[in-house]
């Protein structure tokens, strides 16, 4: 269900599209799906998906879309399912119902625009908590993601202007420091089998329970007495020395 954010849908909407509106409807069979894995229900998932597609500038305004059967045939899902995920889509205004039948992406005089960029702005949003999170699991400091997400965009021809100032951390944003996040303490305990271990530490005023693999505690050699460090992120804890 997820593409990269693209850019260049954005400059489409802005400057107008010459291409086939009938070109949208293979665009949608080709790029929507149904995750039997995502617990969210179909229809949301459709819903989701073509305001991702409209978002991005894969599907632009205009384009017709799939009938309700042919793509609920696609997609082997009820047809009630495609039609609530239009219905709903509808009422939003990312799509309009057509006077001879059918459905297209709205006018771009019409599109709702600012729920358009909503989207978006999610999608970046949650791109960014999962370099984060992922980051700072590896062990890299907010400065070295920071450097490296800069070093990318300079090879993408899109450089940081000089001397930009680093905007101000959220209060949701904080605790993802790790330097913020580090817990130091002591081993307490160590339950080990042949494949997992199970790590007590004591810190100030707490006490942290970690389950790792037994080649991790081998690793770190971790054993009761011993000072170790636990850094929270999330849900996860990343024991080190």
């Not at 005089?109 to 999170?133: F, H, M």
């Not at 990318?152 to 951390?169: D, F, I, Q, S, T």
Request: overall charge positive; aromatic content about 2%.
């Amino acid at each position: 269900m997820s593409e990269p954010i693209s850019m260049a849908g954005a400059e489409a909407r802005s400057n107008g599209s010459s291409r086939d509106p009938v070109a949208g409807r293979a665009q949608a069979l080709e790029i929507l799906r149904v995750d039997e894995s995502d617990p969210a229900p179909a229809y949301v998932q459709l819903q989701r998906g073509l305001r991702i597609a409209v978002a991005d500038g894969l599907l632009q305004p205009g384009d017709q879309l799939p009938s309700v059967r042919h793509l609920a045939h696609h997609l082997r899902v009820s047809p009630n399912t495609v039609g609530r995920a239009y219905a709903d889509l509808a009422r939003e205004g990312v799509i309009v119902a057509k006077a001879g039948g059918g459905s297209a992406v709205a006018p771009l005089d019409r599109i709702n625009l600012p729920g358009l960029e909503r989207t978006r702005q999610e999608r970046l949003q949650l791109l960014a908590r999962q370099a984060a999170v992922r980051g700072l699991a590896l062990g890299f400091e907010p400065a070295q993601m920071a450097n490296a997400v800069a070093r990318e965009l300079a090879v993408h021809g899109r450089p940081l202007p000089p001397n930009l100032p680093p905007a101000p951390l959220g209060d949701d944003e904080i605790p993802l420091l790790s330097v913020r996040n580090r817990l130091r303490g002591t081993v307490t305990s160590v339950r080990a089998s042949e494949l997992l271990a199970e790590v007590t530490l004591e810190v100030p005023r707490a006490s942290i329970v970690a389950t790792i693999t037994r080649s991790s505690l081998d690793r770190l050699a971790l054993e009761p007495g011993r000072k170790a460090s636990a850094f929270v992120k999330a849900t996860e804890l990343t024991l080190g020395p």
